[in-house]
């Protein structure tokens, strides 16, 4: 079954405001987590990624947030654009090979 | 043009035919991925292969065979279409160092008719 799996499905945000997109994982021993961003008619694009040892890591507008006690993981978007408005998936390594695999994906929808 | 290719982007075939979709990366990542991309499922590996010549099986590979003769090449074989194919299929490739930090191609939109 997944192990990575995202709470909401669709997320509306006024353009402007804060982000946040919830992603929760069953495999306590997962020690990689990555987010992807996947526009409408295109594939999947890396955004950011954070190993077990850290709480926090910060890029570019998003900052990933990591709970290894509830296992959840979030993904922050500051003053989020239009250009933000895609499906977000998170992914952790498992399965086959040790290979990705992908949540259910949130689809983040950007009001103007 | 540099980057991750497929081809073609859009195919409509039939039941039981065969079909090939193809993947051409030009920066000689070591690694390459299949997925389908269904609603309701998410992203799904089919098959992923470390280096030319090596290719393993992922979460969903009955009714598809791959090679990779080449590193830069990466194809996909349905060898019988059938309806339950129908789907979005993306390749990708990344470095052998950070085998999760992929680079997606565009996507080829497969119907089985």
């Known amino acids: 079954g997944e192990s990575v799996g995202l709470h909401l499905p669709t997320l509306s945000v006024q353009e402007g405001d804060n982000s946040i997109i919830n992603c929760a994982y069953s495999n306590s021993a997962s020690d990689y987590f990555i987010w992807y961003k996947q526009e409408s008619g295109k594939g999947p694009q890396f955004i950011i990624d954070?190993?077990?040892?850290?709480d926090k890591r910060q890029g570019q507008r998003v900052t990933v947030l990591l709970n290894k006690t509830v296992k959840h993981l979030s993904l922050q978007i500051a003053a989020t654009q239009p250009g933000d408005s895609a499906v977000y998936f998170c992914a952790a390594p498992e399965g086959a090979g040790n290979m990705l695999t992908f949540g259910g994906g949130t689809r983040l929808m950007v009001k103007p | 043009d540099a980057g991750i290719t497929q081809s073609p982007r859009y195919k409509i075939t039939e039941t039981g035919r065969q079909v090939t979709l193809m993947c051409h990366q030009t920066?000689?990542?070591?690694?390459m991925f299949w997925y389908r991309q269904d609603l309701g499922h998410g992203l799904r590996l089919i098959y992923y292969s470390a280096a030319a010549d090596i290719t393993d099986k992922g979460e969903v590979p009955d009714g598809y065979v791959v090679s990779r003769s080449k590193t830069e090449n990466f194809p996909l074989t349905l060898e019988s279409a059938t309806r339950s194919q129908t789907s979005v299929y993306f390749c990708?490739?990344?470095?052998?160092?950070?085998?999760?930090?992929?680079?997606f191609g565009p996507g080829t939109r497969l119907t089985v008719t």
């Open positions: 954070i190993r077990s040892n850290m």
């Open positions: 920066w000689s990542h070591s690694y």
């Open positions: 990708a490739s990344s470095e052998s160092g950070h085998p999760y930090e992929q680079y």
